[in-house]
């Protein structure tokens, strides 16, 4: 499967209790309330950027303590619209905001999803006689930064030789709709692999944002794919449309049951994102499991 979902959920993707403006304007009473509840606050980084970076950085990867993004959704035959597989899975995030005003703004995390029965739900481990196998990133780091009125986030992940940072060309565009944001990034690959095939696909991520407290839920994400199923499928000339729908959770009594369960099993170490750079320089040294990188 290999790099079946570059997740930058960039991967795969707020702790703002705010009302954030496009324009970085801010009333004073907001000002003083995020310098005192938040943890960044006396982080030179954190003051320097902009209120929509912050909105971003705060959604997509806690203010502190790990958060999640956990996902369901289905894969489905292209054109027929026929469901072949669910998929369930999660990613689990942390930032670091550096002490230099300039500094990169780092955040760190593991990925993992599993395919499951199309009627029943259970997790695949196989298919057909050929094994089934999750996708799993054990890191990617991306560092952000806001440049043209867009969010930038460049990729590195990879093992050995093929270690490689994925420049964000194009940004993340992102819109305010009443007190919330959309945040929107749409990703069009198309990259030599080791077979000598070329890996071409079509991913979308919509992130919409709303102030704490103003929902029962603040963050959610909808994420479609149009590519090429993994090899196990047995399927090398059929197209698929990915649909997922996630959401965060502050921790693991958060999770859905059965997704927990598996993760528990199968999957412990994506419960936490790697703890600090020095995790992903050690992981970088390794050597890449299937699913990722390889």
Same mark, same amino acid.
């Given at each position: 499967?290999?790099? %079946?979902?570059?997740?930058?959920?960039?991967?795969?993707?707020?702790?703002?209790?705010? /009302?954030?403006?496009?324009?970085?304007?801010?009333?004073?009473?907001?000002?003083?309330?995020?310098?005192?509840?938040?943890?960044?606050?006396?982080?030179?980084?954190?003051?320097?950027?902009?209120?929509?970076?912050?909105?971003?950085?705060?959604?997509?990867?806690?203010?502190?303590?790990?958060?999640?993004?956990?996902?369901?959704?289905?894969?489905?035959?292209?054109?027929?619209?026929?469901?072949?597989?669910?998929?369930? $899975? %999660?990613?689990?995030?942390?930032?670091?905001? +550096?002490?230099?005003?300039?500094?990169?703004?780092?955040?760190?995390?593991?990925?993992? %999803?599993?395919?499951?029965? +199309? @009627?029943?739900?259970?997790?695949?481990?196989?298919? /057909?006689?050929?094994?089934?196998?999750?996708?799993?990133?054990?890191?990617?780091?991306?560092?952000?930064?806001?440049?043209? /009125?867009?969010?930038? &986030?460049?990729?590195?992940?990879?093992?050995?030789?093929?270690?490689?940072?994925?420049?964000?060309?194009?940004?993340?565009?992102?819109?305010?709709?009443?007190?919330?944001?959309?945040? /929107?990034?749409?990703?069009?690959?198309?990259?030599?692999?080791?077979?000598?095939?070329?890996?071409?696909?079509?991913?979308?991520?919509?992130? %919409?944002?709303?102030?704490?407290?103003?929902?029962?839920?603040?963050?959610?994400?909808?994420?479609?794919?149009? &590519?090429?199923?993994?090899?196990?499928?047995?399927?090398?000339?059929?197209?698929?449309?990915?649909?997922? =729908?996630?959401?965060?959770?502050?921790?693991?009594?958060?999770?859905? @049951?059965?997704?927990?369960?598996?993760?528990? @099993? =199968?999957?412990?170490?994506?419960?936490? +994102?790697?703890?600090?750079?020095?995790?992903?320089?050690?992981?970088?040294?390794?050597?890449? $499991?299937?699913?990722?990188?390889?």
């Amino acid at each position: 499967m290999k790099r %079946f979902m570059s997740i930058a959920c960039l991967a795969l993707l707020i702790g703002c209790g705010q /009302n954030t403006q496009t324009d970085n304007s801010t009333q004073p009473e907001e000002t003083a309330e995020k310098a005192v509840t938040h943890p960044w606050a006396d982080k030179a980084s954190y003051q320097n950027a902009p209120e929509v970076l912050k909105t971003w950085v705060d959604a997509r990867a806690g203010t502190g303590e790990p958060v999640h993004w956990v996902a369901d959704g289905a894969v489905y035959e292209y054109p027929s619209g026929k469901k072949l597989f669910g998929m369930i $899975g %999660f990613d689990s995030s942390t930032i670091i905001w +550096p002490d230099e005003a300039d500094g990169k703004i780092t955040h760190l995390t593991r990925k993992t %999803f599993a395919y499951t029965d +199309p @009627e029943t739900g259970e997790v695949l481990t196989e298919y /057909n006689g050929q094994a089934v196998t999750p996708i799993a990133y054990p890191y990617q780091m991306i560092t952000y930064r806001l440049e043209n /009125n867009r969010i930038y &986030g460049d990729v590195e992940q990879g093992v050995g030789e093929r270690v490689q940072e994925i420049k964000s060309k194009d940004g993340i565009p992102y819109r305010q709709m009443g007190s919330g944001y959309i945040f /929107n990034a749409s990703v069009f690959l198309d990259f030599p692999l080791p077979t000598g095939k070329q890996y071409q696909a079509w991913e979308n991520y919509d992130f %919409f944002i709303q102030p704490e407290g103003s929902v029962d839920e603040p963050h959610q994400m909808g994420w479609q794919r149009y &590519g090429a199923l993994p090899p196990w499928a047995g399927m090398p000339d059929t197209k698929s449309i990915i649909q997922l =729908h996630s959401w965060r959770v502050e921790g693991h009594d958060e999770f859905p @049951e059965k997704l927990l369960a598996w993760a528990k @099993e =199968h999957k412990p170490k994506w419960l936490n +994102p790697p703890k600090d750079i020095a995790e992903v320089r050690a992981l970088q040294k390794g050597e890449a $499991g299937d699913g990722w990188g390889r």
